[in-house]
């Protein structure tokens, strides 16, 4: 079945770095649009980044290009996202989820299998 396992979460302080891992199983990588989203206490889900075709095109939102890398390793079966930089906004829970490749280089508007999360707390 399809799987998706999330880890690597933690209180961190402004500036520092966190590593999150997504352990996948149940289907191929190549085959689908694997993103990382989050979501804060009385907000909205936030799509960060994801992988937009089967080369491994990568698109990044505004507010984490630059501080935040996503990554994989097929041999594993483990998606990545590198957070640097780390900012008390960015305290939410993070989600790696499975969506379909669209057109150009776009992350799913839809997904249709999710990971538990992981929380990720930026603070003093």
């Known amino acids: 079945q399809v799987q998706l396992v999330e880890s690597g979460g933690g209180l961190v302080q402004p500036g520092g770095s966190l590593r999150l891992s997504c352990a996948a199983s149940g289907f191929t990588f190549e085959d689908y649009a694997i993103g990382w989203l989050r979501q804060a206490p009385g907000k909205a889900d936030e799509g960060l980044s994801c992988f937009t075709n089967k080369a491994g095109s990568t698109f990044y939102a505004g507010s984490v290009k630059g501080r935040f890398t996503i990554s994989k390793d097929n041999a594993k079966n483990i998606v990545y996202l590198q957070m640097d930089n780390l900012k008390p906004e960015d305290s939410a829970n993070y989600y790696c989820?499975?969506?379909?490749?669209?057109?150009?280089?776009?992350?799913?508007?839809?997904?249709?299998?999710w990971g538990q999360g992981t929380q990720v707390t930026v603070s003093s």
């Open positions: 989820a499975r969506g379909k490749y669209e057109e150009g280089n776009y992350c799913p508007l839809e997904y249709d299998y």
